[in-house]
């Protein structure tokens, strides 16, 4: 795989400009953490060499002056709000986030439950926090929130507001995901601060929109795609080009919010230290690229592969269509258009559905490491994606199209099992079937054995399919790490 960005460099010079930035305030520096701290395959998909850890590496870094403090809306708790990347609720994954940053080696000191209205659901998951040695604090609705600066910078406003008791100089905010209180966090922190003679400063760490690229960058248009749903949109910073006659990227949400962050700023210390939102970030992504061409292929894929997922979204959602889906499917094709690209520009797509046509069955296609493009479709034992599954760790290893990996006297007994006991009308092979059957041949067998082990050389592959799979062939393509698209039909009825 081409590799378009410089981790190391980004590692280095990430963690030195954080520094930096604690030094201009002082006594303390409240970084507001945006997008996901560790995992995150954007990054990776549109960055190539960007590790999906980076930001947690860089912050171990820093691990001696940092400790995180967690925000939490109290209406997601009661409400039972789900992250639907992991399929977990907001509060259970805050117990998972405590537990993942003390395991890296990270001090977690706290959480913050935000808009705090007495919900019954909240003491329950207070208790199991504090189980855990973690401190809970409590922040409350501010009436006229965010525009009554005068109420919001007074003790009826901030000031009523559990303040948090932090020990080091960097205090990362982070949360489970959006709407969950992070700035304002950060902003009543900064009130309780300076009231007690510290100077606190913020600062804002979000990897995407870069803003140094330019606008219509396709790193900077992959992210548009990205949270096409959120409907946030890439713009020039106004304030930045007015302030400095530079022209910069940011996203709607923290152009529109920034005056009324200046006038809080205000309220707070008398004067605002930023003369734009630009000049709140901290990200250092932008000086790290260091093939421009890699980066800008990478993210015309990522649009396409955000289509093919807003596709799916509308088509899974019919029975209960969520409003504006099919805006988000037309607004992935605008970005499109303004990318220049098609979904014929996937490789995968067109092979695979030159081949189905051809066949009359469902196809997948899948692209290995060096262009070679293997496919495999519906037989009488296999589903595509096994079908491809074993085509491609054949290929990989030099193992003759011809033979087989699994014998039969593995595959008869657990179509037998899966329709005569499970109660199953498919007899076909899933992958984690397969993958099981393939472990147990490969105890006696070189050849099973060659291409089980070439199962890494999967991740960072593309496929496509021609129909909609299985909840479990997904997992496994996932757990493979590579990146699947598909076309929005179901293969049966």
Request: with cysteine; proline share 4%.
């Amino acid at each position: 795989m081409k590799i378009g960005f410089d981790n190391q460099k980004y590692l280095t010079m990430q963690s030195e400009h954080i520094r930096e930035r604690i030094s201009k305030f002082g006594d303390k520096l409240y970084l507001e953490f945006g997008g996901k701290l560790f995992d995150d395959y954007h990054a990776s998909r549109v960055l190539p060499g960007f590790a999906p850890d980076s930001k947690l590496q860089m912050l171990l870094q820093l691990a001696d002056q940092a400790e995180m403090i967690i925000s939490i809306n109290a209406d997601d708790i009661e409400n039972n709000k789900v992250r639907h990347d992991l399929g977990l609720t907001y509060d259970l994954d805050v117990l998972r986030l405590v537990k993942v940053y003390r395991s890296k080696g990270l001090y977690v000191s706290s959480v913050v439950i935000t808009q705090y209205k007495g919900q019954k659901s909240i003491e329950s998951f207070k208790n199991k926090l504090e189980a855990l040695d973690i401190k809970v604090y409590y922040h409350y609705p501010i009436e006229g929130y965010p525009h009554n600066v005068e109420h919001i910078v007074s003790d009826a406003g901030y000031g009523q507001n559990d303040y948090v008791e932090t020990t080091r100089p960097l205090v990362v905010v982070t949360a489970p995901g959006p709407g969950s209180g992070k700035m304002a966090t950060c902003l009543s922190q900064l009130y309780h601060e300076n009231k007690r003679g510290i100077k606190a400063g913020y600062a804002k760490f979000e990897t995407f929109p870069i803003w140094n690229l330019p606008l219509k960058h396709p790193v900077n248009m992959a992210y548009e795609a990205a949270t096409a749903d959120l409907q946030d949109v890439n713009m020039i910073d106004p304030f930045h080009l007015e302030a400095y006659g530079v022209t910069t990227v940011n996203y709607n949400r923290d152009v529109e919010i920034y005056p009324v962050l200046a006038a809080i700023f205000e309220g707070i210390y008398g004067y605002c230290p930023y003369k734009s939102p630009t000049d709140m970030g901290v990200n250092m992504a932008g000086n790290c690229i260091c093939d421009d061409e890699v980066c800008c292929e990478a993210s015309r894929q990522e649009i396409i592969r955000r289509y093919y997922q807003s596709l799916n979204r509308l088509a899974l959602d019919e029975a209960s269509k969520q409003e504006g889906s099919e805006d988000e499917v037309y607004k992935l094709e605008l970005l499109m258009k303004q990318a220049k690209v098609s979904v014929n520009d996937r490789r995968v797509v067109t092979v695979a559905k030159q081949v189905a046509e051809e066949r009359k069955c469902a196809v997948i296609a899948l692209e290995l490491a060096d262009g070679r493009i293997v496919t495999g479709k519906t037989t009488d034992l296999l589903g595509p994606a096994s079908a491809v599954l074993l085509n491609a760790i054949k290929e990989l290893g030099g193992i003759a199209d011809e033979m087989h990996l699994i014998s039969p006297t593995y595959i008869n007994p657990i179509q037998n099992l899966k329709t005569r006991y499970l109660g199953s009308s498919n007899p076909r092979l899933h992958m984690d079937e397969v993958l099981i059957a393939l472990s147990m041949c490969a105890a006696t067998d070189s050849l099973a054995k060659l291409a089980l082990e070439k199962l890494p050389e999967l991740k960072g592959c593309q496929a496509h399919s021609t129909v909609m799979l299985t909840e479990g062939d997904f997992k496994v393509f996932k757990k493979l790490g590579v990146e699947l698209t598909n076309d929005p039909i179901y293969e049966t009825k």
